[in-house]
Structures are given as C-alpha cells and as structure tokens.
C-alpha cells in the first residue's frame, strides 16, 4: 500500500503549522536571542522594540506566569535567559506584533549588554573543567583490565564524529489559540504533544487539562522536534496566555539552524585488543559528549551510545565510560541513532586501526566477532541475532571478493582515481531505553456506516506511521482502507504519549491500535454469532463479508456494525499496550532493555578524484532484516533517507562553530546537506525476511533509525581509497570526511611540508619582530 499521504504530499494540498489558516486577530512572535555565547547580561534594552510600529508587547523572563523552566530530563533549561546566557541564540525576549515582518524588525531595535564570561565549545576541555550535566555513566562485561595480558595484538587511537543539523524542510513553530475557560490550542510542530503540553503547563501556570495540543503532521522532525518543539509552543502558549490572542511562531530557517541543537559531537578514546585469531577480547572506550549548553536528552543520548558501543560485535571483556559535558553550545539533542551512530562510529575506527596496523581488510576482523544467538550485550540482554545471517547475504549479494578484486584492479590501472569499498554491520535495539516511556494508547470509533477514524499518540513526519496504522486497523477489521481515516495526534484524545522517536512508534501505536480493533472485533464477532445463531470462533471477518466456517452468510460488514449498534453494543475502543519482558537497572547498568534488535549489512564503494579530492558513492549494497515488512515501499523509502543522511554526516555535513560559539555555518551556503549528487548511484536493498516471532508490530521490524548507521561505511571505503593512493597516509578518525579533509588526507606529506614552511615563516617573523626596525626594511 502506498503512503496515505502522497497524493496530498505532490499535490502541495497536506497541511503543515504554516498551512493552517489563521484565526482572524493573530499575532505574530518573533525571538530576540543571545548574541553572546556565554555572559552575564547587564542591561536589556527593549524600549526601541517596544515603540516598534505594529508592536503589541514585548516578553522576557518577567512576564511568566509559572516557571522559568523547560528542561526535560533535568531542570537546567532556562525559557528566557534571566541573569546570564548560556548560548549564542539562547531567547532572551519575544517581541508579539501584528504581523511577522512588525515582529522580526523589533527584534532587531533590542539591545543587550552582556558581560562576557569564559566560552567552552569542546567536550573534553569541559570535562578537564568539570562541566559535567550527569555523574559520568559506565557500562562493563567481564575484566578488561585482566585481560590485555591475553591480547596479541592491542591498538590505541581516537575518534571523533560532529554534530549535524537536523534540516527538517519545515522549520520549527507553533501557533497557540485561546480558548472558553483559560483554554490555549496549540498546534505545533512536535514529535512529542505531551511534552509540550507539560513544557507549556510549566511555563504557564496552566494545569494540563486546559492545555490542548494538536498535530497533522511534520514536514520531518529526525529527532530535532522530540524536545525542542517545546521551546516555541512555549513561547506562543505563554503569549497567548498574557494576550488573550492568537500568536504564532514559525522560525525562519536562519533562527532555526541558529537557536537549536544538532546530533551530539563525540570525541572518543579507544583501546582495542584482539587474539591471534582476530577475536577482540577486550576494549575500552571513552567518550565525550558534546551536549551543549543544557542537559535536553543529552543523558539518554548519552546512554545509548553505551548501549550501541560494541555495535555487531561479540566482545566478552569491555569497559565503556561516558561524559556528558557542559559546553556553551545550544542544547544538543535527538537526531536518527540518538547516540547509537556515535558509539559504533568509534568500534569501526577501532576495528579500522587495527586492520591498517595488520595490514588485512577490517572485515575479516569484523566477520570474525559477530554477534550471534546466544552472546550477551554487555548490558546483559541475550543476543538474538541476524548479524549472520544479513553479513553472509550482503558478501554474496555483491559478491566481496569480486568486488574487491574489481577494487584492486581499478586502482592498479588508476592513477588519479581510487576506489575503496567498506564493509558496515548494523544491530540497532528497538525499545526505548527509558522503559516507562515504552507505552501508547489508541482511540478508535467505528461509525454507524462502517468507516472508522482512529487517533494515536503517533506523530506522522514523513515516515509513514499513519498508513502503517490504517493498515493496522484495515486488515483486523478487514475493511477496505478507504473506509479508514487516520485523525490527528491530539492530547484530547491521546493523553500522556511519548514521543514518536526511538523507532518504536509504530509498533507502540500500532499494538495499541490492533488491542483497540481486537477489542471491537471481539464484540462485533459475538453479535454476529447471536444474529447467526453459530459459535463465536466460526465467525470470521473476511473482505467486508461475514463468514461462518469459511462460508458466506450473507451479512457484510456495514450490516454487522449496524447490528451491533442497534444492540446498544459500543462501537468505540480505548486500546492501551506496554512492550512486555523489557526492564533495565540503570544502577547496575544490566537488563534487558530492547523489545528486539534490528540487523543489516552494507557494502559500500566509493570513487576518489585524487587530484580534487572529490569522490562519489559509486553503490551501496545492504542487506536490511525487516522481520517480515508490512509495508515494503514505505519500509524501502525510510531505508534509502536513513542511508543518504548517514553519508551526509559522515562525509559533506560539516557543523562548525568558533572559539566564540558562534555558529559558521548558518545557513544552506556554508552547510553542505546531501544532494542528488551525494546519493549513491546505485542503491540495493535486499530484504531479510525471516518469519521468526518479534515484538513488532505484525513482526515488521522498526526501520527508522537503523538504516542512517549505513552511512558510517561511506566514510571507511573513502578511508580506504585514500589508503589506496597512499599508504603512508594515516586518515585520523575525524567524521566527516569532506572533500577539503579529503584532499589533504591524500597527501599528508605535502601537508607536513607545509606546515614545516608556515612554522618556519612563522619562527622567521616572531624572530624578525625582535630585531630592529632596520632589519626588518631589509
Ligand atoms: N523519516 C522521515 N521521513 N522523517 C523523519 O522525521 N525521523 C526518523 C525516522 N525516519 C524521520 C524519518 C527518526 S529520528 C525516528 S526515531 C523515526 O523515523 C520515528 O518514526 P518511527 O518510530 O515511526 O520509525
Ligand atoms: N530513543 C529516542 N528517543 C528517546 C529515547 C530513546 O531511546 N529515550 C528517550 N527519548
Ligand atoms: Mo528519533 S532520534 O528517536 O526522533
């Protein structure tokens, strides 16, 4: 079935927050944020602003009228920065006009005076400093430290990924309308309408009831709008709240890529050490995370970077520690992986170290320590793997040796071109890794002529959840999908949902959706069985027709709900459904956390133009365990986008701030997403379908974060392409490998050269500047 959607999507017809037409009297908010990033704030001047033309008020931290506090998972998180700020493009005021442009010249009239104070943009200077948001975090199996005795071969190194901005096509925003009774209706563009709800009844003062939250859907949110939606709900609710009026916020791009947070930066520390049979048999790793400013879900990220830190591999002996460090950066948050791509960046470099220094391919090291069924993670779950059997299918899908001789064949005959193939497992778990966040709920009303509209806690961004939800209520009830509209998420009719993220939101939302149908199917087949005067387990559902024994009985679908109504039977269904078996002791750092894992081989190669120091994805090859895919087109398309975001952040996207925290790369000039260009021209998915029993919904594997872990193999075969120009050439772990980073990794020789002659340089004029003023004519 194709997406639900894309008839509007080509139409231009779905409505997005800055599609929903206007309440007449809407004000509009813009944000005056910190140009500082990190200060004490001596004056505040608001007075141009607020004699703006078409300026109705102007809000700082003084106007709320509950707390001054957004923070999630910890309380750190100032709305308005009050004495100090924390970050460039932390709010400090919101102007509220009558119309967008009014609001966003006011903005520019604010001035501030600001202190300035010490600016920390590196995690591991934070953590020198101890700038910490959370005790550091430890997860261990086994006795590393007894171990490296029994270790033939044992590399050091480190490893560092950067951030990535999250590029939604539709930017951040919200639109709050007052309502009878203290009421606000906000519409916002959020993965999470209960956060919001809770951020706003924070912010407000206003109890949650009277708080409603609604969303169609997003034009993408890959993790940016988990938590940060909350801040401009925020904003417009508490207008909304003082003004009594309509305001809406919708950020320009600039405010966007300025005010949020991206993919948390790592850098990490690795020790690897292996047998003489290639096993690893003990590692230990150390990462620094980036966090920025605030903790936001930083602590979570941070966890599951621990969770996914031996990515496919079987290692008995590790030992993983992990900062959260403060930095005056704005607060980074959930992005596709949610920590899991940063930690198994850091095994692959580890894993790549050692190949180079053996002088074999990684993937013997590799193929050798994978997972299989009955190893243990090192939090303690029990492997149940596919790591096998996806590897074993990818290496014959492209046939490895071939196309590494085709590899080596090429760059024999080349001078100027290289190839380079890499070789990328995946195992993602699928749960989230907060246990009680592990449930969702579901309202479904049959109505008197047989359509039905069901309503979930799920957000639908362009991944496809609301068609895998109508086919959830088709095929229980089956119905033809026509008959089933898929309403939007509202905390009305959903209460207390968790964020659409972890790429559990269709099995949640969907399980809970097949207990609400079960539940009305359950009562529809007891009236039919009455009417029919036949057991109730002869009764069966089939195609809008009513059979018994596999007989048609002349009554079909709009007839039995019609029956059932006229009994006075309900033809509504609250479903309610937790993942079960899952659990995991935070303390001890053991349990058994993920429903199930998601699988996947992919073979990358790449082409390097060695005189520009460009290169192209020539194919990507994978081998993907989807369980058994519900929806294949669907399932495809969230692999194809995970694959291509995945070798953005690994090779193209490039987050760069300065030593003063501001951020250089603002804007689509000066940050490089993928293009047409960066896909890879040929793309090969090969399902793994395995019939085996998951928690999944009708066991179609969660797909969509996995496949954006591909990518990291992009950044190893253009790591091997570089190697195969010049072996003396070391590439350091650095992600991502741009076409500059590229170029010089190609010739670090030259590099070396160069910077001899700069020092030189630069030794001969600090020398030159001693000596005197006539030296110097010379
Ligand atoms: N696909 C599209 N088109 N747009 C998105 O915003 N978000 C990704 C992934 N695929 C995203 C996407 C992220 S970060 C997650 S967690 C999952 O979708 C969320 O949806 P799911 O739980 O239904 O897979
Ligand atoms: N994944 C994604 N989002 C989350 C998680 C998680 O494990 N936990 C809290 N938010
Ligand atoms: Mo996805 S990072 O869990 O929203």
């Known amino acids: 079935m194709k997406n639900i959607d894309s008839y509007t999507h080509t139409r231009g017809e779905s409505v997005y927050l800055d599609d929903i037409p206007v309440v007449a009297g809407t004000l509009y908010a813009a944000c005056f944020d910190s140009p500082v990033a990190h200060g004490k704030i001596i004056n505040l001047d608001l007075h141009a602003a607020e004699n703006s033309p078409g300026v109705v008020r102007v809000l700082t931290h003084k106007d709320i009228t509950g707390i001054n506090q957004i923070g999630g998972i910890i309380p750190d998180e100032e709305l308005f920065a009050e004495y100090h700020v924390h970050f460039c493009g932390m709010p400090v005021a919101l102007v509220i006009a009558e ?21 920390i943009t590196d995690p591991r200077e934070a953590a020198e400093k101890g700038e910490l948001i959370v005790p550091p975090r430890t997860f261990k199996i086994g006795e590393c430290d007894t171990t490296w005795d029994q270790c033939d071969h044992i590399f050091v190194g480190r490893a560092d990924t950067n951030g990535q901005e999250h590029l939604y096509i539709e930017t951040q925003g919200a639109y709050a309308i007052p309502g009878e009774q203290g009421v606000v209706k906000i519409y916002s563009s959020t993965q999470s309408p209960t956060a919001v709800q809770r951020a706003v009844s924070k912010v407000t003062g206003l109890a949650m009831h009277l708080l409603e939250v609604d969303v169609t859907r997003l034009g993408g949110g890959f993790g940016g709008k988990e938590d940060q939606a909350n801040t401009w709900a925020a904003l417009c609710a508490l207008a909304t709240h003082i003004l009594k009026r309509p305001v809406k916020y919708s950020l320009s791009r600039m405010e966007d890529i300025r005010m949020t947070g991206k993919r948390h930066p790592y850098s990490s520390d690795f020790k690897i050490g292996l047998n003489k049979d290639l096993k690893i048999i003990a590692y230990e790793v150390t990462f620094y995370q980036n966090a920025g400013a605030s903790a936001d879900l930083s602590p979570a990220v941070l966890e599951r970077t621990l969770f996914h830190c031996t990515n496919t591999y079987f290692i008995p002996n ?4 992990a900062y959260s460090c403060r930095t005056n950066l704005p607060p980074n948050t959930a992005f596709r992986g949610f920590g899991g791509p940063q930690g198994m960046f850091v095994i692959e470099s580890a894993i790549a170290k050692a190949a180079d220094e053996l002088g074999i391919d990684a993937d013997i090291i590799q193929q050798r320590n994978l997972l299989q069924t009955g190893d243990e993670f090192l939090y303690g779950q029990k492997v149940v793997s ?23 064949d090429f760059n024999l005959k080349n001078d100027q071109y290289k190839k380079g193939i890499s070789v990328m497992p995946i195992c993602f778990g699928i749960s989230f890794t907060n246990t009680l966040m592990n449930q969702a709920r579901a309202l479904v009303h049959v109505y008197t002529d047989g359509s039905v509209v069901v309503s979930t806690g799920a957000i639908e961004m362009g991944q496809g959840v609301n068609t895998k939800i109508l086919q959830v209520v088709a095929q229980v009830f089956s119905i033809d999908p026509s008959r089933v509209k898929v309403n939007s998420t509202n905390t009305y009719r959903i209460a207390n949902t968790s964020p659409s993220a972890a790429s559990a939101t269709a099995d949640l939302n969907g399980k809970a959706t097949l207990v609400a149908c079960s539940e009305i199917l359950s009562r529809l087949k007891k009236v039919a069985a009455d009417e029919l005067k036949v057991e109730e387990s002869v009764i069966e559902l089939k195609d809008e027709l009513v059979f018994t024994n ?20 309900s033809l509504s269904e609250h479903g309610h459904y937790t993942t079960p078996g899952i659990h995991f002791d935070k303390v001890a750092g053991k349990g058994h956390p993920f429903a199930y894992h998601v699988y996947g081989t992919a073979i990358t190669t790449v082409t390097v133009d ?46 760069v701030y300065d030593q003063e925290g501001r951020l250089r790369s603002n804007a689509l000039s000066t940050y490089k997403v993928p293009d047409i260009y960066s896909v890879p021209k040929e793309i090969v998915i090969e399902f793994l379908d395995t019939q085996k029993d998951n ?15 591909y990518g990291i193999g992009a950044f190893f075969a253009l790591r091997n392409a570089i190697r195969s120009f010049n072996l003396l050439s070391k590439p350091a772990f650095d992600a991502p490998m741009t076409p500059e980073k590229l170029l010089l990794n190609l010739y670090p020789e030259k590099v070396d050269a160069i910077k001899r002659v700069a020092k030189s340089e630069e030794i001969r004029e600090t020398e030159m500047e001693y000596t005197s003023p006539a030296a110097k004519v010379i």
């Open 318 to 321: 590790v030992i993983a520690t």
């Open 610 to 655: 060695c005189l520009r120091g460009i290169y192209e994805v020539d194919s990507v090859k994978l081998v993907h365990d989807f369980g058994s895919s519900m929806n294949r087109v669907i399932d495809i398309g969230q692999i194809e986008g995970g694959l291509v975001q995945g070798i953005g952040w690994m090779t193209l996207e490039e987050v």
């Open 695 to 709: 928690l999944a919904i009708f066991r179609s594997k969660a797909v969509g974060e996995p496949p954006l872990m």
């Open 386 to 408: 596919e790591a096998g059997e996806c590897w074993n299918k990818a290496i014959s899908l492209c046939n490895l040796e071939a196309a590494k001789k085709e590899v080596a």
């Open 99 to 119: 119309t967008e442009y009014q609001a966003r010249a006011a903005v520019k009239k604010i001035k501030i005076e600001i202190e300035p104070l010490p600016i």
């Open 550 to 569: 596999g007989i048609k009985s002349g009554m079909n679908w709009e007839q039995l709900v019609l029956t059932t109504f006229a009994k006075r039977i």
